[in-house]
């Protein structure tokens, strides 16, 4: 198990080694793996764009002059709220916006179209049109998955994307409990063609590990909404329980399923998700041994825990290197976690100070890393926000 190490980053231009120093930071660690130590992504930006604007229509950034390969690139600046995002075929990306209910089409070096309006998005607090997911047959059915607050519940919803049409087909999961917090929203299609929808608690904490009960849970579920084959209870959507807001999925090379959990005030967490797990909340925040009790076998610790100020993680992603990628809103930097069968390495913080909070890291196509930032929603907005960065490659 690990807890963080804070990499101080300096911001260099037109550099491609980066000269790392460590500083210390609170910690509890007694046993950290030490491999693969070395971060993978230059955290060198070119500082020079300029992509403000008055506009209230996203922008691209400067397609007629694109950075190096080298520069982390901007594909859309001046959105409102931008939060999931999913790659079709071609590398283009859908990007969803929380409280406008819109979904935007991106292309590395043109404007963002829009292709769609969700309809009964309700944008309160946390909630709204949330996380978005591609078919993996997307070429032969082209369906698209939406996560969305309404005025009742939290929902999944089936859509096919006509060309730049995105047309609604049909409500897959309905009655995820929602809240003006703690909604969860992350859905991604699995390697095994399922769709897996993290919740969040709503807010009714206790229930979290109810396994009768959508909130606080990790769910799996057919293109059709039906529990997929394979759960631990046949009959049930819930994959994993005791969560309390889980608004990042991602697979490993290995197919091992990883999640990110917000804290409440002190422990945010990475874990390892196994079928039928109870991942401890309310009754645990973080690993049981920060909670001064004994170990309790019915619940699973994270691998990785840190404290709320340095992550609040939202978006997961798997690098090429095989890393896990954590985006993180508080910490307002881009978290890399060695990962090695199962275990974790030390991790080790990338674009601190640069890019504000981060709300979401996709791997595109191509194996880079797009990031969106989250500075509308409780930032501290600048110019050109909030906008959609593409790494430089590894
Ligand atoms: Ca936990």
């Given at each position: 198990m690990?807890t963080?190490?804070?990499?101080?980053?300096?911001?260099?231009?037109?550099?491609?080694?980066?000269?790392?120093?460590?500083?210390?930071?609170?910690?509890t660690?007694?046993?950290?793996?030490?491999?693969?130590?070395?971060?993978?992504?230059?955290?060198?930006?070119?500082?020079?764009?300029?992509?403000?604007?008055?506009?209230?229509?996203?922008?691209?950034?400067?397609?007629?002059?694109?950075?190096?390969?080298?520069?982390?690139?901007?594909?859309?600046?001046?959105?409102?709220?931008?939060?999931?995002?999913?790659?079709?075929?071609?590398?283009?990306?859908?990007?969803?916006?929380?409280?406008?209910?819109?979904?935007?089409?991106?292309?590395?070096?043109?404007?963002?179209?829009?292709?769609?309006?969700?309809?009964?998005?309700?944008?309160?607090?946390?909630?709204?049109?949330?996380?978005?997911?591609?078919?993996?047959?997307?070429?032969?059915?082209?369906?698209?998955?939406?996560?969305?607050?309404?005025?009742?519940?939290?929902?999944?919803?089936?859509?096919?994307?006509?060309?730049?049409?995105?047309?609604?087909?049909?409500?897959?999961?309905?009655?995820?409990?929602?809240?003006?917090?703690h909604?969860g929203?992350?859905?991604?299609?699995?390697?095994?063609?399922?769709?897996?929808?993290p919740t969040g608690d709503?807010?009714e904490r206790d229930r979290a590990p109810d396994a009768?009960w959508?909130g606080g849970k990790i769910?799996?579920?057919?293109?059709?909404?039906?529990?997929?084959?394979?759960?631990p209870?046949?009959?049930?959507?819930v994959w994993s329980r005791g969560h309390r807001n889980v608004?990042g999925?991602?697979?490993?090379?290995?197919?091992?399923l990883w999640a990110t959990e917000f804290g409440q005030n002190t422990w945010d967490e990475l874990n390892l998700i196994q079928e039928g797990r109870d991942y401890g909340w309310p009754t645990v925040e973080g690993r049981q041994e920060d909670n001064g009790g004994g170990r309790d076998t019915r619940f699973t610790d994270p691998l990785v825990v840190w404290?709320t100020?340095?992550a609040?993680p939202?978006?997961?992603?798997?690098?090429?290197?095989?890393?896990?990628?954590?985006?993180?809103?508080?910490?307002?930097?881009?978290?890399?976690?060695?990962?090695?069968?199962?275990?974790?390495?030390?991790?080790?913080?990338?674009?601190?100070?640069?890019?504000?909070?981060?709300?979401?890291?996709?791997?595109?196509?191509?194996?880079?890393?797009?990031?969106?930032?989250?500075?509308?929603?409780?930032?501290?907005?600048?110019?050109?926000?909030?906008?959609?960065?593409?790494?430089?490659?590894?």
């Amino acid at each position: 198990m690990t807890t963080p190490r804070r990499l101080a980053l300096p911001l260099l231009v037109g550099l491609t080694a980066v000269t790392a120093c460590t500083a210390s930071t609170q910690t509890t660690a007694s046993s950290t793996a030490t491999f693969s130590s070395s971060p993978a992504i230059s955290t060198a930006t070119s500082g020079t764009s300029a992509p403000a604007t008055s506009s209230t229509a996203p922008a691209p950034a400067s397609p007629a002059a694109p950075a190096p390969a080298s520069s982390p690139v901007e594909v859309a600046t001046g959105l409102d709220v931008p939060w999931g995002l999913a790659f079709l075929p071609d590398g283009s990306a859908l990007v969803t916006l929380r409280d406008e209910g819109r979904v935007l089409r991106v292309r590395e070096g043109a404007r963002p179209v829009e292709v769609g309006r969700i309809d009964d998005v309700e944008a309160n607090g946390e909630g709204g049109l949330l996380g978005i997911a591609v078919s993996r047959e997307f070429a032969t059915d082209q369906r698209v998955f939406v996560y969305h607050t309404t005025r009742q519940d939290n929902r999944v919803v089936r859509l096919r994307l006509e060309g730049d049409r995105l047309m609604p087909e049909r409500v897959v999961l309905s009655g995820i409990p929602a809240g003006g917090i703690h909604n969860g929203g992350r859905i991604k299609v699995g390697p095994d063609g399922m769709i897996w929808v993290p919740t969040g608690d709503a807010s009714e904490r206790d229930r979290a590990p109810d396994a009768s009960w959508l909130g606080g849970k990790i769910l799996r579920v057919t293109a059709d909404g039906a529990p997929a084959p394979g759960n631990p209870d046949p009959s049930s959507s819930v994959w994993s329980r005791g969560h309390r807001n889980v608004q990042g999925l991602a697979w490993d090379a290995e197919q091992r399923l990883w999640a990110t959990e917000f804290g409440q005030n002190t422990w945010d967490e990475l874990n390892l998700i196994q079928e039928g797990r109870d991942y401890g909340w309310p009754t645990v925040e973080g690993r049981q041994e920060d909670n001064g009790g004994g170990r309790d076998t019915r619940f699973t610790d994270p691998l990785v825990v840190w404290r709320t100020d340095e992550a609040s993680p939202s978006g997961l992603a798997i690098g090429t290197d095989g890393a896990a990628y954590v985006a993180a809103l508080r910490g307002e930097r881009l978290w890399r976690v060695p990962l090695q069968g199962g275990k974790t390495g030390e991790p080790q913080a990338l674009l601190e100070g640069t890019y504000g909070r981060l709300r979401t890291v996709e791997r595109a196509p191509d194996g880079r890393l797009w990031i969106i930032t989250s500075n509308t929603f409780r930032g501290d907005e600048r110019d050109g926000d909030d906008r959609i960065v593409i790494l430089p490659p590894s």
